[in-house]
């Protein structure tokens, strides 16, 4: 045995059922327990990750001698043969030869000086229940592996992405660590700890949570202590500034959009080989299921008249003279709800979208006839667009084709859809005419 406490799962057969100490696994088909051990050892799966025929041929040779009903023993609290293992069982007779040492990751010899191998207990093909956590996985696992051909890759990305300067080397790759209230994932070396919060769902974060986070942060003693939020939010969005001032210091934020150039531009101009596919695969994943998929806002029908109070000459000199708090709809948008995305405007008699903001509260107020919920925008988030978004760039984008033709008062929008309407018009800019 190289260690007890090292690299080690413990059972005792006064556990029964509760295998390692576990309360829920008690009726787990044994492909269960498996699968359960991968999730929650995993720095032991990891060290033994990776082809080791002369192991496989000794372990297939093992379960034919100990058939049906013997146990080998490699550890026990009375005195063991040293040159094979003993087994336990009706057949207690039965002696196994010693296996052959053992090899961890790409074939290296497992041993305690092998602290690039022990250290990393990230696993690209490691599966979660929640699906965020296999983005944090895949984004971990591909910085970890970059560094097998001594690529400046995590380097790259603590300094040009995070703005951080780690004093060492780093070391440590882990995703869900497997305790109450870690957060997703840690990479770390001798003197710095940076943590990982991941969604992949805009306005998810949790306070509580945050601050469980930064309680554990608090606690370790690296020079270097770092709390990053991996979310597809807008990093200057008012939602986001909420939990950054949680503690200056600690929290940092980048976007999943910010994650997914970085990558890309890292292997633009690579030749086709084995890392640069996987990153190009995990590129795609990103595209499909986040910026495909996650509600980024609302187009809504500027409706002109009496009825509204609002006047195709005049909304924007009101708004730009800082006249306009809030907008008022006939319904309740209550994904907009202080979760940092958009409200854009669209205006028919301008073909197209004129002004935006992010919306900092929704609540029903009956101000006006017909339109009974209040928006309320989020301080310094106001943008005009001149020009504006026009309808024929509008239908250009995939899944708005069919934007104005119906009677909808609204749209929603994806994150991509959001992006392709938006990356080429000028922020911030002059007051459209």
Sequence with gaps: MLSWDTLAAHYNSGQKRNYFGWDDASNASPSSLAELFIERFQEIAAAGRGSDWRYAGWYSEMLHLTYPDCFPIAYADWELPTDCLATNGESDSVRIPLPPPGFGIDGCTLEPSNKSALK???????????????FTNGLIAILSLSQRDGSQLVMSFLRGQLRLEPCCEINMFRVLQGMDGTADAELSGDDCCIHFESKIVSGTLDHEQIERHLHKLRSRTESLRRLVLLTPDDTNSRYIDKFLTRDADLVIHIGWRRVFDFLSNSVESCDPCFFSDVVRQFLERIRTMVFEQDFAGIIAKIQFGELSEVYEDKYLNEMNAGDWTQWNTPREYKKLDGTGRKLLLYDKTRNGITVEFEIDKVKRTDAEAGYPWTNIFAPGTLRFFEPPVS???????????????????????????????????????????
């Design 120 to 134: 990393s207990s990230v696993n690209i093909f490691t599966r979660y229940k929640q699906t965020e956590n296999d």
């Design 391 to 433: 309808l024929n760039h509008i239908r250009s984008v995939s899944g708005l084709n069919s934007f104005g033709k119906g009677q909808s008062p609204y749209q929603n929008i994806t994150h991509e859809q959001y992006r392709l309407l938006t990356v080429a018009q000028a922020t911030n800019g002059d007051l459209p005419a």
